[in-house]
């Protein structure tokens, strides 16, 4: 079964690579997925695993650590559920 959800992180998240810390730590969950920056300042994306503990460590990833220099306000999980098939092979981020 594999287990997904779409995110939204506000705060300072642009311009402090919050996008390639949020890759590394999915591929070393082994998570697939994307990220990418919004017009809104935000940064959004989606994250699928058959491992659900995983996902709850990446939530907490993007809840409370991100990369160094960014301050996270909240983050929003939306679209919690399971899906038949992986919508990518990988972890990418989106330009």
């Known amino acids: 079964m594999i287990h997904s959800f779409d995110?939204?992180?506000?705060?300072?998240?642009?311009?402090?690579?919050?996008r390639k810390y949020t890759k590394l730590e999915a591929d070393k969950l082994n998570i697939k997925g994307h990220v990418r920056n919004t017009?809104?300042?935000?940064?959004?994306g989606?994250?699928?695993?058959?491992?659900?503990?995983?996902?709850?460590t990446f939530k907490n990833f993007l809840s409370h650590v991100g990369s160094p220099s960014s301050r996270i306000d909240k983050c929003v999980i939306?679209?919690?559920g399971t899906v038949d098939t992986y919508s990518s092979k990988d972890f990418f981020i989106k330009r």
């Open 7 to 18: 995110f939204e992180v506000f705060g300072k998240v642009q311009g402090v690579f919050f």
């Open 78 to 80: 939306t679209n919690e």
């Open 39 to 44: 017009d809104n300042n935000t940064v959004v």
């Open 46 to 56: 989606r994250a699928e695993s058959n491992d659900k503990e995983s996902l709850e």
